[in-house]
């Protein structure tokens, strides 16, 4: 079924109205058509002032009144010239039809510390209509829509991917590089430090409650950014909220936090990425949260 903007009021200039459809034919009895309203930060960014859809471009991810322009410190990242690994990978990214901001995320990501950490190289492809972004099990294939705007080209996302592929190179494959035994030594080491917090209270019964979810989004972006909805916070920002909750609801099988619908002990691997993700932003309040996972990661990245 097509998909067309109208205008409720008659406001909008170029944009036909409800009232005009109907004389038209549309919305008659039994008609299967439906209507749902467009947020204003969403027109902003989709729509111009008339009413006629914008060509996507990715400007909008890093200018628009929703997204404040990406910090400083996250630009000009390569100050050097990559390595010969690295130019290959950059090559491979272009063929298989990544954005320049999602290479530049990976590439920013696989540092040459990092390429001999996980000993063999990474890769992505980018597929229409996957929604958000994966890693492959046991793999260092990631997988992102190739549209970034379906998933707000969030670069926080890609580091985000990016250690899982980082875990599922040093644990797993034929030679692993580091014992899993410290890594979860750390996690439980965690697990028993915030069980005294009173801080993670507040995250109690998210992920079998929804509703709970979005209440605490809220309550952590008034508390910590003076913003009352998570849903007006810049992607990192909101980043910042849900990685430490997917964290506590990886250590705790889900009786704390949110992030994934559900939790299990095969998910701790949600922890690792998300510390990875804290470290390589330089989140360093997460080292009062998650002391021992903070010092795990630093031991890997040296």
Known sequence: MAVKTISLTGATAGLPTK?????????????????????D?????DYNPDGTKKEKS???LWGSKKQPHEPES???KFTGELTKDAKKLKKELERAGGSPEQIDEILW????EVQSLIGRRVSAKFVSGCGIAGTTPDTTMMEFDKNPLEWMGCRQTITHEFGHSIFNSIFGGKRPTHDIKEFYAAA?????????????????GCVDMPFRKEEVEN????SLFNIKKYSDLSLEQQWKITAKADILGALTGGEYGFGHISYSQKMIDEAFSNIYLAKKYGWNDY????PNLWKYIGGVLK
């Open 19 to 39: 009232a005009d459809l109907e004389a038209a034919g549309v919305f008659h009895p039994n008609c299967t058509h439906t209507y749902s309203l467009i947020p």
């Open 58 to 60: 990715y400007a909008p």
């Open 219 to 222: 309550e952590l972006s008034e």
């Open 188 to 204: 439980e080491a965690d697990k028993a430090f915030i069980k005294g917090k009173k801080w993670i209270d507040q995250y109690f």
């Open 109 to 112: 990501n696989y540092t040459p």
């Open 287 to 290: 080292a009062e949260s998650f």
């Open 41 to 45: 930060f969403i027109f902003e960014r």
């Open 74 to 76: 996250y630009k000009a």
